[in-house]
């Protein structure tokens, strides 16, 4: 048991608050009020949005720093360090980063970043299923007679669609999407499953068929949205994609006469595809010969094309890919239960790629990658295979089947269901309208499917002339790179890109000056150079270009050139660098490992050793909170009075309660309930004269009874810090009477404020 510790000078108050991003209704201001009931809302639940610096304006010691607040996680009755903080102290550079972009929360999306795309595109929850799109039930629907601003009710086929009121739509006719269809976003999510209300500011095209409008999400995927691995459910961050077209129709209908069946049928199954509806199993018949469905694409001549399908074994666990043209193909074959491939082709054919993706719930993602030189019309299979392609059927074996996609390019990007046309994804491309400065640092923690001709963070002014950018060049390499003027300045080379796999890259620059360091390796330096003025930053491409193709998990901006050392640290660990630090507490958990208590507030608390510093950092990093926002009430930092003699025996805590009681005429009791709040008092002995008159004495001066004072009973008890930590007054002012020979005593008597 540690001594106490008193409180009862607040420099939050005056201090300026910054960092984090924060509602504009319930500002991070409030935490520098002496209301409780004021309320600070940060917009995310991990460091990137929650984090508070403090300016105190000089050093001045600090013994006691401490957050009120409502981090909630883990559930109420469940034990586990879900929620954690830091506090740290130092000079300028505890400020940290001037852009921390996390995408891998799942809060409120930065209100700064620009998106482009206008159509279709689907990620995966954190529940493993595909979301992005659903089927309305069938709407009559005249867009001749349709004048917006209106509003639209309709009603989903399949009601568990993730869409969320406020998100912006678009309501396309399946069969010429980018003909007919109206755009606006979501007014209400309906108390009936599947019911939403529209409301519609655009329309174009024409005529009234009754039909099942497809429903499209256009909302950023970051955040909210935000890319999961369908298996294990880890949270990739932000996709961003380059513009691709699905050439298959009827990509989730084998059934549907788009498809040439041969030698098989289209069967619906009670089995659940990847994005939550029904697949289809593909099953042979009873001849003898190939058994597979079949369409046939254009494409420009001899074009490299990605073919992928979704995929389950059933009693088939063979299957191939082919694309043809009269006797040239390319092959991929696919043993599902062993997880291989192999790759063989003929004639002017060249099978590239073959990949087997999981999928989650034993679905699995085959591609093959292939060309066919001078060809451009390409014949594309799905072909089952016992064990080879031509064989007796014998009417019941097949496999599942779901998600057909062909595409221009050499790799399957995500999904783009198609209906009776084939359908194009428009190209992901945000931008923020940034000032970066002169000197500044830039990391980029992400993956991509490729290896080259890639960007994965762009500062520019909105030209290819002058640039601060992580790419990775045409050889693979990734490359700080800076061209001002017209003139490429700096190229520094960091080592190979690896495809599917999460890299970190870092770049600091400053004139004349420059260093790179990628996963934690050694700094590559550049001394030559300047920097060119910027006005904003691309994320996952350069002005719409060499877009990333993967998902961008985080993004820095730091507004100086960090050191060779924490270069190197932060591209290995991503880690805050924060230059020199007076204090540290290092991550603790906000409930220290106990269970969450209903009724109290967590006590965020450091008791620095009279720590002279400025500038105060506090980050909260509750990822496990669904909400995807944090509220907090109230910041203390200020100087700290640890007490020689600890108080004695006799010590008490309770509840108060301010209920009005009054008694009818009849005995009936009646009861007017209000707050109760906790009452505490200490006995203090055996206090040296130093601390009576200059502690207890200045805190009765100075608190009074309408003062905050802060008492801290055993800095080291973490087991019942809420129920025994809380900002209080003075109850009364009890005398400091001399009852030992050189020695003093008085009692503390709180009463906790509940406004």
Known sequence: MANMILGWVNAADRAVLSGGRWSESLPQAALAEDSLSAIARALGNQPADTAIVADLGAAQPVGLVALFGGTVSPQAGCPGPAARYRIRAGGEAVQGPLLDLDFTGYGASDPRLAF?????????????????????????????????????????????????????????????????????????????????????????????????????????????????????????????????????????????????????????????????????????????????????????????????????AAERSRFALV??????????????????????????????????????????????????????????????????????????????????????????????????????????????????????????????????????????????????????????????????AGVNTVGLSTGAALADSVQRSGFGYAPGSFAAASDGGAAVIGASGGVPIVTGLDIGHRLGQQHLNGGLRRVLLYPRRLAESELMAASGSFALQLGTLDFDTGWQDVWHGQQRRDGYRPVLLATPPGVAARYWRIDLDDHANADGFLDLARLWIGPAVELSSNFSYGAALGMEADTRIARSQGGALRFEERASQRVATYPVEHQTAQEAYRVHLELQRVAGLSGEVLAVPDPEDTLYRCERVFIARLRSLRPISNRYFQRFATELELEERLT
């Open 116 to 312: 482009s795309r206008d159509s279709l595109a689907v990620w995966i929850d954190r529940g493993g299923v595909m979301q992005g799109y659903g089927l309305t039930e069938p709407l009559a629907l005249t867009l001749d007679g349709f004048t917006p601003p209106a509003t639209l009710p309709v009603v989903l086929q399949r009601p568990d669609r993730r869409f969320f009121a406020g998100e912006k739509i678009r309501l396309t006719d399946p069969e010429a999407p980018n003909e007919r269809w109206l755009s606006g976003s979501i007014a209400r999510i309906g108390p009936e499953a599947g019911h939403i209300t529209l409301n519609i500011d655009t329309v174009a095209g024409n005529g009234g068929d009754v039909i099942a409008w497809r429903l499209e999400s256009l909302a950023p995927r970051c955040n909210r949205g935000q890319d999961h691995d369908p298996v294990s459910h880890a949270r990739l961050g932000f996709r961003i994609e380059s513009a691709r077209t699905n050439l298959l129709l009827r990509s989730a209908e084998l059934s549907d006469s788009a498809w040439t069946l041969q030698g098989s049928v289209a069967v619906a199954q009670g089995i659940v595809a990847p994005d939550g509806g029904p697949a289809a199993k593909l099953r042979e018949d009873g001849t003898t010969g190939f058994h597979q469905a079949t369409q046939s694409i254009a494409v420009a001549e001899g074009a490299t094309v990605a073919v992928s399908v979704y995929v389950r």
């Open 323 to 484: 694309l043809s043209s009269g006797d040239d193909y390319a092959q991929a074959a696919f043993d599902l239960d062993a997880g291989t491939t192999s790759l063989s082709q003929g004639g002017a054919g060249s099978a590239i790629v073959a990949r087997i993706i999981p999928a989650g719930v034993g679905w699995l993602r085959c591609v093959l990658v292939g060309a066919l030189a001078g060809a451009e019309d390409y014949l594309v299979a799905l072909r089952l295979l016992n064990p080879g392609g031509s064989y007796a059927g014998d009417g019941a074996g097949g496999l599942l089947v779901w998600g057909a996609q062909a595409e221009m390019g050499g790799f399957a990007s995500s999904y783009i269901p198609t209906t009776g046309v084939p359908y194009t994804r428009a190209a992901d491309s945000p931008r923020l309208v940034l000032a970066a400065p002169e000197t500044g640092t830039l990391l980029a923690d992400y993956a991509s499917s490729q290896t080259a001709n890639l960007v994965v963070a762009s500062l520019n002014d909105g030209t290819a002339d002058n640039q601060i950018s992580l790419i990775q060049g045409a050889g693979g390499a990734r490359i700080a790179y800076i061209a001002q």
